[in-house]
C-alpha cells in the first residue's frame, strides 16, 4: 500500500484544512441523567454519617436538596450535629424513622436554599504596625448568626417532642457508630 492511497478502515481524508488548528471539544462519553435518591433516603429516616467532621453519628434526614444533597440535623441538641447538607453517597440509611410532619414547611423551603450555607467573604488582610501586633493573639471564635441558631431551635423543636415519643430514640442517636474487626457494613441491616 503507497502513502498516497487513504486506509479504507479510517475513510478518506478530507482535502480541506483550517488555515489555524481550532481545538476540538471532548466528546461526553455519558449522557446526563437526573439525580435518582435511593428508596430507603425518605425523610424522618435515621441516617449513618460515613465521612466529614460528624463521621458516625446519626442524623435525621429533613429533605432532598436539588443539587442531589440532603439537608440533615442532629438534632443539635442531642448529639451536635446542627442543620447541615450532606452527598447521599456518605451516608447509611437504618430502617428506624421519626415522625417529621409537624416541621414548619415555610423554615425548610429558607433552609434549604443554597445561599443559606454560602460563606462569609473574609475582609482583606490588616498591613501594617496594627497587624503585626495582633500576630501572637489568639483569633477569635466563629460564632453561628443568630439567624441560623434561631432555625436550628425552630426544626428541632418538633423533632424533640416527637423524639420523646419513642422510648431509646434519644439515646440510639446519642450513640456513634463504628464498627469492630471482621464486621462488614454490607452483610449488616440497620
Not at 436538596?65 to 440533615?72: C, H, S, Y
Not at 438534632?75 to 450535629?81: L, R, S
Not at 420523646?164 to 450513640?175: D, G, P, T, V
Request: charged content about 30%; proline content about 6%.
Amino acid at each position: 500500500m503507497s502513502s498516497t492511497e487513504a486506509n479504507p478502515a479510517v475513510g478518506k481524508a478530507s482535502r480541506w484544512y483550517p488555515a489555524e488548528d481550532t481545538p476540538q471539544r471532548k466528546k461526553a462519553r455519558k449522557s446526563i441523567k437526573p439525580h435518582q435518591t435511593r428508596a430507603s433516603l425518605q425523610p424522618g429516616a435515621v441516617l449513618i454519617l460515613l465521612a466529614g467532621r460528624f463521621r458516625g453519628r446519626r442524623v435525621i434526614l429533613l429533605k432532598h436538596l436539588k443539587e442531589g444533597t440532603l439537608l440533615v440535623t442532629g438534632p443539635f441538641k442531642i448529639n451536635g450535629v446542627p442543620i447541615r447538607r450532606v452527598n447521599a453517597r456518605y451516608v447509611i440509611s437504618t430502617s428506624t424513622k421519626v415522625d417529621i410532619s409537624g416541621l414548619d414547611q415555610s423554615t425548610l423551603d429558607k433552609i434549604a436554599k443554597p445561599e443559606y450555607f454560602a460563606r462569609e467573604k473574609k475582609s482583606k488582610k490588616e498591613k501594617g504596625e496594627d497587624a503585626f501586633m495582633k500576630q501572637g493573639e489568639k483569633p477569635e471564635k466563629k460564632q453561628p448568626a443568630s439567624e441560623r441558631a434561631s432555625d436550628q431551635k425552630a426544626i428541632d423543636k418538633p423533632l424533640l417532642s416527637a423524639i420523646k415519643n419513642e422510648e431509646f430514640l434519644a439515646s440510639y442517636l446519642r450513640s456513634s457508630f463504628s464498627l469492630r474487626h471482621g464486621q462488614r457494613p454490607h452483610e449488616m441491616v440497620f
